[in-house]
């Protein structure tokens, strides 16, 4: 009976635990709040590109959705870019995309 109990406990401890494993803190850099993202090329239309974007992904292949959207601003900001549009995901869970310079 001990063992069930222990087990039962070591279960849902880990269980538990699933929502964190694979979790990290992306800071968000300085004047990615600044940072337009658009999935409309008209957006873009008058801008000049600066790269492209990924969003590193997890072992499962999928990106963070809690920290995809500050590390899409970041990588945007790290090329000069003050506007993204993606290419790739959602505007809330970007994936890939395009760093653009807009004046």
Do not use: W
């Not at 069930?4 to 964190?20: D, E, G, H, Q, R």
């Not at 709040?33 to 999928?62: E, F, M, Q, S, Y």
Request: aromatic share 2%; with cysteine; proline share 7%.
């Amino acid at each position: 009976m001990r063992r069930t109990n222990k087990a039962s406990c070591i279960c849902l401890l880990m269980v538990a635990m699933l929502p964190f494993i694979g979790c990290q803190t992306v800071a968000p850099a300085p004047g990615s709040d600044k940072v337009h993202v658009t999935k409309d090329p008209k957006d873009v239309a008058a801008c000049k590109p600066v790269g492209n974007i990924a969003v590193p992904k997890l072992n499962n292949g999928l990106v963070d959705m809690a920290t995809a959207a500050t590390d899409f601003k970041n990588r945007t900001v790290g090329l000069g870019g003050n506007t993204a549009l993606v290419t790739s995901g959602l505007v809330s869970v970007p994936v890939e995309g395009i760093a653009y310079r807009c004046e």
